[in-house]
Protein backbone atom coordinates (compact mmCIF):
# COMPACT_ATOMS: atom_id res chain seq x y z
CA UNK A 1 0.00 0.00 0.00
CA UNK A 2 1.13 3.22 -0.45
CA UNK A 3 2.06 6.06 1.67
CA UNK A 4 0.49 9.47 2.00
CA UNK A 5 3.74 10.47 0.62
CA UNK A 6 3.89 8.66 -2.59
CA UNK A 7 0.11 9.15 -3.32
CA UNK A 8 0.95 12.84 -2.92
CA UNK A 9 3.91 12.80 -5.14
CA UNK A 10 2.30 10.95 -7.60
CA UNK A 11 -0.70 12.70 -7.84
CA UNK A 12 1.30 15.81 -8.36
CA UNK A 13 3.39 14.47 -11.03
CA UNK A 14 0.42 12.82 -12.80
CA UNK A 15 -0.96 16.97 -12.56
CA UNK A 16 2.97 17.59 -14.33
CA UNK A 17 3.36 20.33 -11.29
CA UNK A 18 6.78 20.61 -9.43
CA UNK A 19 6.90 20.57 -5.63
CA UNK A 20 7.30 24.79 -5.96
CA UNK A 21 3.79 25.00 -7.96
CA UNK A 22 1.85 22.75 -5.36
CA UNK A 23 3.28 25.00 -2.68
CA UNK A 24 2.26 27.68 -4.03
CA UNK A 25 -1.77 26.63 -4.83
CA UNK A 26 -1.65 24.84 -1.43
CA UNK A 27 -0.07 27.50 0.50
CA UNK A 28 2.92 25.78 2.35
CA UNK A 29 6.14 26.40 1.67
CA UNK A 30 8.06 24.01 -1.24
CA UNK A 31 9.92 22.14 2.05
CA UNK A 32 6.76 21.22 3.55
CA UNK A 33 6.11 19.45 0.22
CA UNK A 34 9.16 18.06 0.73
CA UNK A 35 8.66 16.76 3.82
CA UNK A 36 4.69 15.46 2.99
CA UNK A 37 6.14 12.99 0.19
CA UNK A 38 8.86 11.66 1.94
CA UNK A 39 6.37 11.12 4.78
CA UNK A 40 8.50 12.98 7.33
CA UNK A 41 5.14 14.95 8.25
CA UNK A 42 1.87 13.99 7.93
CA UNK A 43 -0.51 17.48 6.15
CA UNK A 44 -3.26 18.83 8.99
CA UNK A 45 -6.95 18.19 7.67
CA UNK A 46 -7.14 21.78 5.99
CA UNK A 47 -4.37 21.45 4.36
CA UNK A 48 -5.60 17.38 2.92
CA UNK A 49 -8.47 19.36 1.51
CA UNK A 50 -6.33 21.81 -0.25
CA UNK A 51 -4.49 19.02 -1.56
CA UNK A 52 -7.29 16.93 -2.37
CA UNK A 53 -8.81 19.82 -4.68
CA UNK A 54 -5.83 20.92 -6.19
CA UNK A 55 -4.14 17.33 -7.23
CA UNK A 56 -7.96 16.77 -8.24
CA UNK A 57 -8.02 13.32 -5.82
CA UNK A 58 -10.56 12.30 -3.50
CA UNK A 59 -10.06 13.07 0.11
CA UNK A 60 -10.47 9.92 1.40
CA UNK A 61 -7.43 8.50 -1.19
CA UNK A 62 -5.19 10.63 1.22
CA UNK A 63 -7.07 10.02 4.66
CA UNK A 64 -6.82 6.17 4.30
CA UNK A 65 -3.05 6.46 3.65
CA UNK A 66 -2.00 8.46 6.85
CA UNK A 67 -0.98 5.40 9.41
CA UNK A 68 -2.58 4.91 12.58
CA UNK A 69 -1.14 4.38 15.67
CA UNK A 70 -0.96 1.31 17.51
CA UNK A 71 -2.34 1.09 21.02
CA UNK A 72 -0.59 0.59 24.18
CA UNK A 73 -2.53 -1.65 25.58
CA UNK A 74 -0.55 -4.44 27.64
CA UNK A 75 -1.89 -7.63 27.16
Known sequence: MNTIGETIKAAREMQQM???ELAQKVRVGTHTIEKYESD??????QTILKLSTVLDIAVTDLLEKIPTQPS???K
Request: charged residues 35%; proline residues 8%.
Open 40 to 45: EQIPST
Open 18 to 20: SQE
Open 72 to 74: NEK
